[in-house]
């Protein structure tokens, strides 16, 4: 500046030529602000009357001029400044509120898109931490908590409501013109996701109740038949016995005695089948998971069968095959399976039963040779009141492979259905396969 | 068979009633009470034979009246159980009562349960066990399956002459677990039935279908002699 101040000497007036010192006093006002503008005013004072003012290279003030040089520069310095500080200002704000707003718009996207609210707490907290300039906040809903002493308490209001609270470090003081617009803005957000989310969890709740009503009425509708029927034939042979208007033979008392022992027998196991899905459907039957060996729950299953049992062919690998299982609702799923496989299965046929150890998974087939399943049912037949289809219904409830496809997934296992090239289908009950923990001191 | 004394207890007056008809049917003279008060009662005033006990009563469980009964009475108890009340069950037998059916029961399992706890009641055994076609020598430690002579390991032979030695009688996991392995182990119930697997294989003539060694859900194991079927 000096050295242009020089230059132009001979064109100009030198005191008029002082004004070109304003050039270096204005972009550092604009650019760093008063502080650093005042010593740059005086130093190119100092310069122009070094430099240029008689006596030269003298700080000696003789004139008026000097002064007035000064005062320009000065003056010069703090409107410049302070209209740039200004501008400086408006600029910060507008990119703060931007960045608010921004964050107001991440946040409510996320709430959104996300069913979960919770899960998005601590992110939205950190976001709105960084807002505030403090390094970590936590955000409770409903939370109406004390703060711990390391923490201070900002509740979080939208309009007349406490949302929640945002717990931040004791301590920290939040910018207070952030937290006055940006909290209760967040505030609002997170209560209308908080509603929208309880909403859908209530009409989730609400659906859930209707499905199992309509359970409980289909299955209502289907059992009152089937516990009808036993009924009425217990009832009419009762009678039967009683009456004294009847001439019964010998014969016909024991036909009517077997009709009432049989009957009540079938009563009694559809009861327990309703009690068993009863427990499914209430999400009540936890599993007792031990180790057993398979050829125990099958033959505890062959047993309950009785009878018909005599008709199901097993063969056994040489070691007992070991899984962890609640054996009675094994049992429940393996007695449903074979009783399946006896009844569609001609009465001259043998249902056969292999158990089959492939390392990973213990699995029980159950191949009949029946009627088979069209490729369409293979997965509807696991329904509650799925049935054969008409015309070769035999006695039974619909519930007893819906049970146990229950039992088993709840054990771990699964249960599938594969046809038979050979005609007739075969019912894969797999388990996970376990092994005998290594024995320490165990003969 | 008369002059024997059967107590029935149960709340259910159908029960009582049907039980009753039923015993005094096959011989037994029986006395019946409604209520766990009642029973104990019953049972000081005329000690029974045997006792036919429900285990929910109006005025306690059936498993405390196993208790007080055992602490004077060595009489054979059956205990009347409900589907699903299995821990209670296994708490009535651990109290002292010697079996159990699960309502609803058939008469003839009933008696014959009863039958088998009275005569245990009176049979002692000796070194050589015979149940069925099995032959348990308990001095030269070995077994014979129809003549032929079938080789266990030690801890098999524990567990069949533990099982024969209580012929007939139902033991629970524990019990056994406890007489076999040692009190240690009264919770591995895991041994037991690898090992009741593999005893299996050799005793039953179709170990899918045991007829000697059979499973009582949820309550423990039963060696008997095979029904002619």
């Not at chain 2, 285990?55 to 306690?60: A, T």
């Not at chain 2, 009933?110 to 002692?124: D, I, K, N, Q, S």
Request: glycine share 6%; charged share 25%; with cysteine.
């Amino acid at each position: 500046m000096t050295g242009l101040v020089f230059a132009l000497r001979p064109v100009a007036p030198v005191l008029s030529l002082g004004v070109l010192y304003v050039f270096a006093v204005l972009p550092v006002a604009v650019l760093f602000g008063l502080a650093y503008a005042l010593p740059v005013s005086v130093a190119s004072m100092l310069a122009f009357n070094w430099f240029f003012l008689p006596p030269r290279h003298t700080f000696a003030l003789r004139d008026s001029e000097n002064w007035v040089a000064l005062a320009v520069y000065l003056i010069t310095a703090s409107v410049a400044s302070e209209l740039a500080a200004r501008g400086r200002r408006r600029a910060a704000e507008a990119e703060q509120r931007e960045h608010e707003a921004s964050l107001l718009a991440d946040v409510a996207a996320r709430l959104l898109s996300s069913g979960d609210v919770q899960s998005q707490l601590p992110h939205i907290a950190a976001r709105a931490a960084a807002a505030l300039r403090i390094e970590r906040g936590r955000i409770e809903l409903d939370s109406v908590r004390r703060p711990e002493p390391h923490e201070s308490a900002h509740p979080s209001v939208a309009g007349d409501r406490h949302v929640g609270t945002l717990f931040l470090e004791a301590g920290a003081v939040p910018d207070p013109g952030v937290s006055r617009r940006l909290l209760p803005a967040l505030a609002s957000v997170l209560a209308v996701a908080h509603d929208r989310e309880q909403l859908a969890r209530k009409a989730l709740d609400a659906e859930a109740l209707r499905r199992s009503d309509a359970i409980k009425t289909a299955i209502l509708r289907a059992v009152s038949h089937d516990l009808r029927s036993p009924l009425t034939a217990i009832r009419a042979a009762g009678e039967g016995l009683q009456s004294t208007a009847l001439d019964l033979t010998p014969e016909d008392r024991r036909s009517l005695l077997d009709t009432i022992r049989l009957e009540a027998e079938r009563l009694d196991r559809l009861v327990g089948k309703l009690l068993d899905l009863s427990r499914l459907e209430a999400g009540a039957a936890h599993p007792l998971p031990r180790l057993w060996a398979v050829d125990d729950l099958l033959a505890r299953a062959l047993d309950d069968l009785g009878a018909s049992g005599e008709r199901i062919s097993v063969a056994l690998p040489p070691e007992p095959p070991l899984v962890r299982v609640d054996a009675d609702q094994i049992e429940r799923a393996l007695v449903n399976l074979l009783e399946n496989a006896v009844k569609f299965s001609p009465p001259d046929e043998l249902v056969d039963v292999e158990v089959e150890d492939t390392g990973a998974e213990i699995a029980v087939r159950v191949s009949d040779r029946g009627p088979g399943v069209s490729a369409g049912d293979l997965e509807r037949i696991f329904e509650p009141f799925a049935r054969a289809p008409a015309g070769e219904v035999r006695a039974g409830s619909g519930l007893g492979l819906a049970i146990a496809r229950g039992f088993v997934q709840g054990n771990g296992g699964r249960l599938s259905v594969e046809l038979r090239q050979e005609g007739g289908a075969t019912f894969v009950l797999a388990l996970p396969a376990a092994r005998l923990p290594t024995a320490t001191g165990v003969r | 068979m008369s002059g024997t004394r059967v107590l029935v207890v149960d709340d259910e007056p159908h029960i009582l009633r049907a039980l009753q008809t039923s015993l005094r049917a096959a011989g037994y003279e029986v006395e019946a009470a409604g209520s766990a008060q009642e029973a104990l009662a019953k049972a000081a005033a005329r000690p029974p034979d045997a006792v036919i006990l429900d285990l929910v009563l109006p005025d306690g469980s059936g498993t405390d009246v196993c208790r007080e009964l055992r602490r004077w009475s060595t009489a054979p108890i059956v205990v009347l159980s409900v589907v699903g009340d299995e821990p209670e069950k296994v708490a009535a037998l651990d109290a002292g009562a010697d079996d159990y059916v699960t309502k609803p029961f058939g008469i003839d399992e009933l008696l014959a349960r009863l039958r088998a706890g009275l005569r245990r009641a009176v049979t002692p055994t000796g070194p050589i066990l015979e149940i069925g076609e099995l032959t348990l020598d308990l001095e030269k430690r070995a077994l014979a399956v129809s003549g032929r002579s079938v080789s266990l390991t030690p801890t098999e032979f524990e567990l069949l002459r533990f099982l024969a030695q209580n012929e007939g009688k139902l033991l629970t996991h524990p019990m056994i677990l406890r007489a076999v392995w040692g009190p240690a182990y009264d919770r591995e119930s895991h041994y037991l039935h690898v090992y009741v697997s593999q005893l299996r294989r050799k005793i039953e003539p179709d170990p899918a279908r045991p007829r000697y060694l059979l499973t009582e859900a949820g309550a423990g194991y039963r060696l008997v002699v095979p029904q002619q079927s």
